[in-house]
């Protein structure tokens, strides 16, 4: 994303994506291992907007946008509220789960931001 390229960011964020949803799939019930499953939903979120932002560039960045784009925004938000859910489900308090939280509501924020800007509905 900081080269101006939102659909590589969300193809390579895509792939974090994956790779975090086969790790949560190998890992165990414990609780002191990485919050894999966190991950799948926050990157998810960064998917969702990055898609977003590149149709919004391919489509001359005019308002009011399009559906499809008004939908990637609200996957997005979707996608950031499961994993405030997760979040809340699991063994929260470790500094890598409350980075995680800080960073997902921060994501909820921007996704509300650009529904707004983009005068899409959440």
Known sequence: MAQGDPQGAAISIGRAALLASQLSKQQGPETNQPPYRLMVNLFRTQEQVYRAMALFQQSGEQTPVSSGICSLLSLGRQRAARALENH???AAGSAVH?????????????????????????
Do not use: I, K
């Not at 409350?98 to 005068?119: G, M, P, R, S």
């Open 88 to 90: 809340a489900l699991t």
């Open 98 to 122: 409350e980075l995680l939280h800080q960073e997902t509501l921060e994501w909820l924020e921007t996704v509300q931001e650009l529904q707004q800007e983009w005068d899409c509905r959440p």
